[in-house]
Nanobody
Framework: QVQLVESGGGLVQAGESLSLSCAAS????????MGWYRQTPGKQRELVAI???????NMVDSVKGRFTISRDNAKNTVYLQMNNLNSEDSGVYFC?????????WGQGTQVTVSL
């Protein structure tokens, strides 16, 4: 089992910034992918940004140029820097960890962007 502990999130105004972090512990593997998905009421959970242990990134088009995902492999931690936030970025952000056939999720952290 892998445990994911998220931090960050909160309430900000449009145009402001927030950062998220997620630390993995437990039965972690050196080869993995970590990142963030988000979910809003009535919608499916969607990929925001993920990064492999080798540094390969994948991001949804709507956040490119505004969000930066990075990781510290030694700390098993992934970071998401979110700049120039808008109301469509609001939602519950879930940390994601995948290795082999196993996928793990954090408990979720709320991000609310007010106009």
């Amino acid at each position: 089992q892998v445990q994911l502990v998220e931090s960050g999130g909160g309430l900000v105004q449009a145009g402001e910034s927030l950062s998220l972090s997620c630390a993995a512990s437990g039965n972690t593997f050196s080869i993995n992918t970590m990142g963030w998905y988000r979910q809003t009421p009535g919608k499916q959970r969607e990929l925001v940004a993920i990064i492999s242990s080798g540094g390969i990134r994948n991001m949804v088009d709507s956040v490119k140029g505004r969000f930066t995902i990075s990781r510290d492999n030694a700390k098993n931690t992934v970071y998401l820097q979110m700049n120039n936030l808008n109301s469509e970025d609001s939602g519950v952000y879930f940390c994601y960890y995948r290795t082999g056939q196993a996928t793990y999720w954090g408990q979720g952290t709320q991000v609310t962007v007010s106009l």
